[in-house]
């Protein structure tokens, strides 16, 4: 039931800073974890961060420090900025979004299209 939409992706140099954004279709207020996730060619997808309803975060250990997870008041939409870039974070970018039930089990799980993102050396 939720859309996800991601934008902000591009091409950029080495050292330096993209925003990538998500939109999500509806106001997500009930108990839920909103992730980025990441796939280059040829590698797994991984982990980028994450955020829950209480606003903490998580972040994989070849970003911290450089990516920043957040999201708005109305929490419909989703950010992630990342600075410092380097070529190995080339990669599609996604946002997830996990739904709690009222036992914290998983009940639905989103995902966005994807936005390219191309760090050139």
């Known amino acids: 039931q939720v859309q996800l939409v991601e934008s902000g992706g591009g091409l950029v140099q080495a050292g330096g800073s993209l925003r990538l954004s998500c939109a999500a279709s509806?106001?997500?207020?009930?108990?839920?974890?909103i992730g980025w996730y990441r796939q280059a060619p040829g590698k797994q997808r991984e982990l980028v961060a994450t955020i829950t309803s209480d606003g903490s975060t998580n972040y994989g250990d070849s970003v911290k420090g450089r990516f920043t997870i957040s999201r708005d008041n109305a929490e419909s939409t989703i950010y992630l900025q990342m600075n410092s870039l380097k070529p190995d974070d080339t990669a599609v970018y996604y946002c997830n979004a996990k739904i709690l039930d009222i036992w914290y089990s998983v009940k639905s799980d989103y995902w966005g299209q994807g936005t390219q993102v191309t760090v050139s050396s």
């Open positions: 509806r106001s997500i207020f009930s108990n839920n974890v």
